[in-house]
């Protein structure tokens, strides 16, 4: 009797649940990992972006287990600093103050019409076993700690929004998670 396929591709996707910073494949398998802060290095002094270039491939080098490095873009909200921006135009009578906020004000809407975006960085790796998995993330923040930069463990909200990068271009799904 032949199988039949779906219609859909998200069915053809081993995920089983997201859980405690972790995506549960059909396998039981998880695939978890670290968000690693953005850091400019290219306008410190030459030594230091050097040394921290250096540090990184020792980290890189220390993995002993497959793993994957994303960069994915996430659209920025500022409708919050927006409104605090508008409540302090209303409430400012100081029209050299006023204009320096709607210029503010005009700028974030420009930003909002762009869709600008953060770019945020991930290690992730897959492993089954709960032990195993805690320690390659300590070991991974204190080894991009020793490199200089600032991490820690994925959450759910930054897997879902490595998904739908990946898998819906970009674009946040809008409706409920069902689960089977």
């Known amino acids: ?18 859980t405690n910073g972790s995506i549960i494949l059909t396998n039981n398998e998880k695939v978890t990992g ?10 410190l002094d030459y030594d230091i ?10 980290v890189y080098n220390i ?13 920025v909200d500022i409708n919050l600093y927006l409104s605090q921006l508008q409540l302090l135009y209303n ?3 100081d029209t050299v103050k006023r204009k320096m906020i709607m210029d503010d004000i005009n700028k974030a809407n ?3 019409n762009n869709n600008v975006v953060d770019t945020e960085y991930f290690l ?10 805690q320690k390659r993330i300590r070991n ?21 929004m490595i998904l739908d990068n990946f898998l819906n271009g970009g674009q946040t799904t809008t409706f409920g998670t069902v689960m089977g």
């Open 1 to 18: 009797m032949a199988k039949m396929r779906s219609k859909y591709t998200n069915d053809d996707i081993p995920i089983k649940s997201i």
């Open 34 to 43: 670290v968000k690693i802060m953005p850091r400019n290095i290219f306008i």
């Open 49 to 58: 972006m050097n040394g921290i270039i250096s540090n990184l491939r020792n």
């Open 63 to 75: 993995i002993d287990y497959e793993f994957w490095i994303i960069a994915a873009d996430r659209p």
């Open 91 to 93: 409430s400012t009578q």
């Open 110 to 112: 420009m930003f909002m």
């Open 124 to 133: 992730l790796f897959k492993e089954k076993d709960n032990e195993i998995i």
């Open 140 to 160: 991974l923040i204190n080894s991009l700690a020793g490199a200089g930069l600032s991490s820690h463990q994925v959450t759910n909200d930054d897997l879902r």
